[in-house]
């Protein structure tokens, strides 16, 4: 099938599945698998030996065998497992939040013009604003428990959101208009046929980020109060000097956002299949 | 389906609340079937003349009036890019005008238009790219699919905005064969945009020149090269006059 289209016809073959693709997928692994090996091995020899204090870093060995006990205790539903969950949770609900909020605003705010002009300098002030600062006010706002977590959240990941969901409403092209205004197609029609999925990769560059900026936003949440989740826990960690529970501890939150964020990708190569692959690694 | 164009004229108001007049004193008769080209360098007024006709844009003075007794018509619409939709296969692009509009076609007439998308992509030569998507074809391809959507509710007059402007030398070429054999199987009425002349003395039974500011046609150009148009047909002296009295007209009235 493949061969028939690319032999004389001059179509651009997206991708070709051979075999030559998994010996190369075969070969990157081999490589970022070498990469870490060699990342932990540099470490390891530099705390051995006392290059780096104890003190200030903890050997990788131990690291590694505290983020071993400690997926022990997650998957046996132990202490750990709450912090992971909560944390988890709260950065779930803080990107599902940011996504809904974040279109509609976004979606708004293109859509009425004077909206636009009457709210845009502090839309833009508001994203230049670091929304770190109002972390001790949301605590007084929404508690100790998970609400000011995911409140934090939502205010740092909602923004990307919002700016992205306009650029999208913004980047139909004047030409597609016409052809549809010469269609005779309505309002609705322009905006579900044309509008929208010319909108949806611009939407899923916000809902990427927010994803990532949920997590951040959590974990400040955690920083400032409470006594639960993987923020807490490297917090802890500090007051306690136990450096080892806190490397694992970001290990851990390292992992769920690179978890939470393929999920997003995967989502996103599946509903705007035809967006020219991102230049990003994977 | 005859047009006729009488008197027409645009004016637009810039930002700074100048008057622009885009097109002045426009005035015309085109032939049911008839294929006229519009040619003129950018800013003439060539595509605000075809948005009019296209209905996409009021005039500011005169009107244009389809048929003999000013009846239904259909406009169809090619634009130099293929504006296709890249989440749709070429068929599904095809199908697009069934889907819009305040009456989309349903049940029979609805499948109906599905096997006549079908057909028409059989008529522009991708009958085996229906399933393709926009970014799998080349660009001559596309606007091939641009082509075939156009056609798609039996337009009876076609509208080309320099549709073959983005494509190479050698795919524009096989694109006005292709585009003649189509306009002569289906008997639309053509109104062609271009600023390359040789082109529109290939493909045209009649040139409109227009020269800009304000934009108007100053002269009006029987072709008379003999149909069908074959590619030889180039090199010989009939073409070449042809070409030169068009260049001759654009010299005289539009010096800069």
């Given at each position: 099938m493949?061969?028939?289209?690319?032999?004389?016809?001059?179509?651009?073959?997206?991708?070709?599945?051979?075999?030559?693709?998994?010996?190369?997928?075969?070969?990157?692994?081999?490589?970022?698998?070498?990469?870490?090996?060699?990342?932990?091995?540099?470490?390891?020899?530099?705390?051995?030996t006392?290059?780096?204090?104890?003190?200030?870093?903890?050997?990788?060995?131990?690291?590694?065998?505290?983020?071993?006990?400690d997926?022990?205790?997650?998957?046996?539903?132990?202490?750990?497992?709450?912090h992971?969950?909560?944390?988890?949770?709260?950065?779930?609900?803080?990107f599902v939040?940011?996504?809904?909020?974040?279109?509609?605003?976004?979606a708004?705010?293109?859509?009425?013009?004077?909206l636009q002009r009457?709210?845009?300098p502090?839309?833009?002030?508001?994203?230049?604003?670091?929304?770190?600062?109002?972390?001790?006010?949301?605590?007084?706002?929404?508690?100790?428990?998970?609400?000011?977590?995911?409140?934090?959240?939502?205010?740092?990941?909602?923004?990307?959101?919002?700016?992205?969901?306009?650029?999208?409403?913004?980047?139909?092209?004047?030409d597609?208009l016409?052809l549809?205004?010469?269609?005779?197609?309505?309002?609705?029609?322009?905006?579900?046929?044309?509008?929208?999925?010319?909108?949806?990769p611009?939407?899923?560059?916000?809902?990427?980020?927010?994803?990532?900026?949920?997590?951040?936003?959590?974990?400040?949440?955690?920083?400032?109060?409470?006594?639960?989740?993987l923020?807490?826990?490297?917090?802890?960690?500090?007051?306690?000097?136990?450096?080892?529970?806190?490397?694992?501890?970001?290990a851990l939150?390292?992992?769920?956002?690179?978890?939470?964020?393929?999920?997003?990708?995967?989502?996103?190569?599946?509903?705007?299949?035809?967006?020219?692959?991102?230049?990003?690694?994977? | 389906?005859?047009?006729?164009?009488?008197?027409?004229?645009?004016?637009?108001?810039?930002?700074?609340?100048e008057?622009?007049?885009?097109?002045?004193?426009?005035?015309?008769?085109?032939?049911?079937?008839?294929?006229?080209?519009?040619?003129?360098?950018?800013?003439?007024?060539?595509?605000?003349?075809?948005?009019?006709?296209?209905?996409?844009?009021?005039?500011?003075?005169?009107?244009?009036?389809?048929?003999?007794?000013?009846?239904q018509?259909r406009?169809?619409?090619?634009?130099?890019?293929?504006?296709?939709?890249?989440?749709?296969?070429?068929?599904?692009?095809?199908?697009?005008?069934?889907?819009?509009?305040?009456?989309?076609?349903?049940?029979?007439?609805?499948?109906?238009l599905?096997?006549?998308?079908?057909?028409?992509?059989?008529?522009?030569?991708?009958?085996?790219?229906?399933?393709?998507?926009?970014?799998?074809?080349?660009?001559?391809?596309?606007?091939?699919?641009?082509i075939?959507?156009?056609?798609l509710?039996?337009?009876h007059?076609?509208?080309?905005?320099e549709?073959?402007?983005?494509?190479?030398?050698?795919?524009?070429?096989?694109m006005?064969?292709?585009?003649?054999?189509?306009?002569e199987?289906?008997?639309?009425?053509?109104?062609?945009?271009?600023?390359?002349?040789?082109?529109?003395?290939?493909?045209s039974?009649?040139?409109?020149?227009?020269?800009?500011?304000?934009?108007?046609?100053?002269?009006?150009?029987?072709?008379d090269?003999?149909?069908?148009?074959?590619?030889?047909?180039?090199?010989?002296?009939?073409?070449?006059?042809?070409?030169?009295?068009?260049?001759?007209?654009?010299?005289?009235?539009?010096s800069?």
């Amino acid at each position: 099938m493949t061969a028939e289209f690319g032999t004389d016809t001059g179509v651009p073959v997206r991708s070709t599945l051979g075999g030559g693709r998994l010996g190369e997928m075969t070969r990157t692994a081999t490589l970022q698998v070498g990469t870490l090996l060699l990342f932990l091995g540099v470490w390891e020899a530099l705390t051995a030996t006392g290059v780096i204090p104890s003190y200030l870093l903890p050997r990788a060995s131990e690291v590694l065998a505290q983020l071993g006990r400690d997926v022990v205790d997650i998957v046996t539903g132990g202490p750990m497992w709450t912090h992971f969950y909560t944390t988890l949770i709260e950065i779930l609900l803080g990107f599902v939040f940011s996504v809904v909020l974040g279109v509609a605003i976004g979606a708004a705010l293109a859509e009425f013009k004077p909206l636009q002009r009457a709210t845009f300098p502090y839309v833009v002030a508001a994203n230049a604003t670091p929304r770190i600062a109002f972390a001790p006010m949301i605590v007084i706002w929404f508690g100790f428990e998970m609400a000011s977590k995911v409140v934090m959240a939502v205010a740092v990941a909602i923004f990307p959101v919002i700016v992205n969901t306009m650029a999208g409403f913004a980047a139909t092209d004047r030409d597609e208009l016409r052809l549809m205004r010469s269609l005779g197609a309505t309002r609705m029609q322009v905006l579900w046929r044309l509008r929208i999925p010319t909108a949806l990769p611009y939407l899923f560059a916000g809902f990427e980020t927010a994803m990532l900026f949920a997590a951040v936003g959590a974990v400040i949440g955690e920083f400032m109060s409470g006594n639960a989740g993987l923020g807490y826990v490297t917090l802890l960690a500090q007051e306690l000097f136990r450096l080892d529970d806190g490397f694992s501890a970001i290990a851990l939150l390292s992992l769920q956002g690179f978890v939470l964020h393929r999920l997003v990708v995967i989502a996103r190569r599946r509903l705007v299949f035809w967006q020219v692959e991102d230049s990003v690694p994977r | 389906m005859e047009v006729t164009i009488d008197n027409l004229g645009k004016v637009y108001t810039s930002r700074g609340g100048e008057e622009v007049v885009a097109l002045r004193e426009v005035s015309t008769s085109i032939r049911s079937g008839e294929f006229v080209t519009l040619v003129g360098p950018s800013g003439c007024g060539k595509t605000t003349l075809l948005d009019i006709v296209a209905g996409l844009t009021p005039a500011t003075v005169g009107e244009v009036r389809f048929g003999s007794n000013g009846g239904q018509h259909r406009v169809g619409l090619v634009f130099q890019r293929p504006v296709l939709l890249p989440w749709r296969t070429a068929e599904e692009n095809v199908y697009l005008p069934a889907q819009v509009g305040t009456e989309p076609p349903a049940g029979e007439d609805a499948g109906e238009l599905r096997r006549r998308a079908r057909e028409l992509l059989d008529l522009v030569g991708l009958g085996r790219f229906a399933e393709k998507y926009p970014w799998e074809l080349s660009g001559g391809m596309q606007q091939r699919v641009a082509i075939a959507r156009a056609l798609l509710l039996e337009a009876h007059v076609m509208c080309l905005d320099e549709p073959f402007a983005a494509l190479d030398e050698f795919t524009r070429e096989q694109m006005h064969l292709e585009l003649l054999r189509i306009w002569e199987q289906q008997g639309f009425t053509a109104i062609f945009v271009t600023h390359n002349i040789f082109e529109s003395v290939f493909l045209s039974d009649r040139v409109l020149v227009m020269t800009p500011r304000p934009g108007r046609v100053v002269a009006e150009v029987e072709i008379d090269l003999p149909r069908p148009r074959e590619k030889e047909m180039i090199g010989t002296d009939v073409f070449g006059a042809n070409v030169r009295k068009i260049r001759d007209v654009m010299a005289e009235h539009w010096s800069e």
